[in-house]
């Protein structure tokens, strides 16, 4: 029997499953094999990005598992190189191509990109394929709230998502409650710091006394903060674990004590001032 996965209704009405697989430093010929067996498991969100280089091994996958293409819920990322309004039509495009369909459940802007600075031109390129039907939803990633501001003011559509870094060591309560206060679903990237937390001895008393691990007590404090998440693994029985987080609930207090290990402990990169380009 297949775990349902619980839904979060997003601003514009589409349906996006909490927990899905993400697939960031999967290298591309590993990719078909690790998305085959996360659908195999029951999930049903994947999360890439043209800057991954593995968009055309996961629509490989998804194409091959024999499960209906509307069933699974497939994100990708317009990467930093494309800044015009015509370049970001384009690369949409190509990744439509790569994954081999006609349709995409969500797009969204990769990073901001302070000295470019014209994440407002690429916004309206994605209101645009969104207005096609090409995208069901848009969004962003790497959005701090000033630059959310701006879209608010500049542009019509509200971002369904905001794709940033978030985990106990970097809680980002004022982003959160940014995002939800203007109807914008929060991702938590790196949710499980690449595993830099699975050790921490707070979540290792955790996961002993609910009889689960610590991957899967880390996992269960972002959706009870109300979080999507899509941790990534290749390793099958991981990527099983990460799924098996539907059967407990973590109590208020236990999750305060998660929410304590909050040291502004950002591990990636600086959203003001990042502004890697591929060439
Ligand atoms: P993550 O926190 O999901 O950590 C993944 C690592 O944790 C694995 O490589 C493995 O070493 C370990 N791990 C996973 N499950 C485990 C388990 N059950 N037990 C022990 N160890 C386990 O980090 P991530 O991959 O960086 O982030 C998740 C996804 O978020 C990515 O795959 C990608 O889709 C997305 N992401 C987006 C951005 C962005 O800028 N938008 C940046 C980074 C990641």
Same mark, same amino acid.
């Given at each position: ?22 697939? /960031? ?26 800057? !991954?280089?593995? #968009?055309? %091994? ?12 509307? #069933? ?12 015009? /309004? ?34 407002? %031109? ?7 394929? !969104?207005? #096609? ?22 542009? %019509? ?11 106990? !060591? ?39 006394? !609910? ?29 099983? #674990? ?6 407990? %609930? ?30």
């Amino acid at each position: 029997m297949t775990t349902a996965v619980p839904t979060v209704r997003l601003n514009n009405g589409v349906d996006i499953p909490q927990l899905g697989f993400g697939v /960031f430093q999967i290298r591309p010929r590993d990719t078909v094999e690790a998305v085959s067996a996360a659908l195999q498991i029951g999930y049903r969100h994947i999360d890439t990005a043209e800057m !991954y280089g593995n #968009e055309k %091994e996961v629509g490989q996958a998804i194409a091959r598992s024999g499960i209906d293409r509307s #069933e699974v819920f497939v994100t990708s990322k317009l990467n930093n190189n494309n800044h015009t /309004f015509d370049q970001a039509l384009r690369a949409f495009d190509q990744t439509l191509t790569a994954l081999d369909m006609e349709q995409i459940d969500l797009f969204i802007i990769h990073w901001p990109l302070p000295t470019v600075s014209n994440f407002v %031109e690429r916004w309206k390129a994605l209101e645009r394929v !969104y207005g #096609e039907g090409r995208a069901r939803s848009i969004g962003v990633s790497n959005f701090e709230d000033h630059h959310l501001q701006r879209l608010l003011a500049e542009t %019509e559509i509200v971002p369904a998502v905001n794709q940033i870094e978030v985990h106990p !060591y970097f809680a980002q309560n004022d982003l959160l409650a940014f995002d939800a206060e203007h109807g914008i679903a929060t991702e938590a990237w790196a949710p499980l710091v690449q595993g830099a937390v699975l050790d921490d001895q707070t979540v290792l008393d955790l996961a002993q006394a !609910y009889g689960k691990t610590a991957a899967q007590v880390v996992l269960r404090w972002h959706l009870q903060r109300g979080s999507i998440v899509f941790p990534k693994s290749v390793t099958p029985a991981r990527i099983r #674990e990460n799924f098996e987080i539907f059967d407990f %609930e973590l109590s208020d207090a236990d999750m305060k004590r998660i929410s304590a290990l909050d040291r502004n402990g950002r591990t990636g990169p600086e959203p003001d001032t990042f502004d890697y380009v591929p060439s």
